[in-house]
């Protein structure tokens, strides 16, 4: 892709999009986040959410990674009609979840598996790609694993006291980095395929107690006892106990067969171990 103009309208300023935006060449591209009130950009380019119009007409590409709700999609509720006029646009990524899928027995789920959300936060993202796809937009949807990367991952609990190893047997998590989020991103955008929906996750689905106990190693702290989820489940917060509702792998062939991706962070070995490296040399 000759990025000569490329001007990147992210709808959502958050943890993905902020670090997708840093990885782009500033020399490129422009980049614009949407904001909500007292929200801060740290030196992005900023528009308030509902008064986009103008940068959303000068956008080449879109990233959206605002979450919908009950009522839909935010991004298309407000700006459906001019996304469907703008004849200018290259690239839209829609940042969708692998909770889409719900709970699959621990089988591992490519991109054709059918979506069978358990929650109604995965059956807002489910009902959201399908209106995204619905329009006439080059829209493509990635459905990510949990996001982990500095500043954001099991060290912080660990650090912070808060950290538990569950323990659930058969029951294994995908995740991904979130700078390889990124590089796939940027895949995406140089090689355009509307229509196009992505699973985005490492090589390695793993407990989430063998996860914590490797942070713990890394840093020299005494890991947590395991707790049966049985014992666990009873103090857990709706987010938690719908995390633990479902079982299932993901398949991340697609990234690398069409896009071409070789994973900078391919398990949370590597990934946590780069963390700590770059916060030890700060």
Avoid at 93 to 117: M, Q, W
Avoid at 210 to 215: L, P, S, T, Y
Avoid at 220 to 233: Q, R, S, W
Wanted: glycine share 10%; with cysteine.
């Amino acid at each position: 892709m000759n990025d000569a103009g490329a001007n990147l309208l992210c709808f959502g300023m958050g943890y993905t999009a902020r670090a997708t935006a840093a990885s782009l060449d500033a020399g490129a591209w422009r980049i614009t986040g949407t904001f909500r009130d007292g929200e801060a950009l740290d030196g992005f380019d900023g528009v308030a959410f509902d008064d986009a119009e103008a940068a959303l007409a000068g956008a080449s590409h879109i990233l959206v990674s605002t979450p919908p709700g009950e009522a839909g999609d935010p991004v298309l509720g407000r700006y459906h009609k001019q996304l469907a006029a703008n004849k200018h646009l290259v690239w839209i990524g829609y940042l969708s979840t692998t909770g889409v899928y719900g709970d699959t027995g621990g089988n591992l789920v490519d991109e054709a598996a059918p979506c069978a959300p358990t929650n109604a936060r995965s059956r807002w993202r489910a009902a959201a790609e399908q209106a995204w796809l619905a329009l006439d937009i080059p829209a493509h949807i990635f459905r990510l694993a949990g996001i982990y990367g500095p500043g954001r991952s099991s060290f912080d609990q660990v650090r912070a006291g808060s950290a538990r190893r569950i323990e659930r047997p058969g029951y294994k998590f995908s995740r991904i980095h979130v700078e390889d989020v990124a590089n796939i991103l940027r895949a995406s955008m140089a090689a355009p395929a509307p229509g196009a929906i992505y699973n985005v996750c490492d090589d390695l689905a793993a407990a989430q107690a063998e996860v914590i106990a490797h942070a713990c190693d890394l840093l020299g702290a005494e890991a947590p006892p395991l707790i049966p989820f049985e014992t666990a489940e009873p103090d857990m917060s709706p987010m938690a106990r719908s995390f633990w509702s479902d079982n299932r792998r993901i398949d991340n062939a697609r990234i690398k067969r069409d896009l071409g991706v070789t994973l900078t962070y391919p398990d949370y070995r590597s990934g946590l171990a780069a963390i700590l490296a770059a916060e030890n040399s700060d």
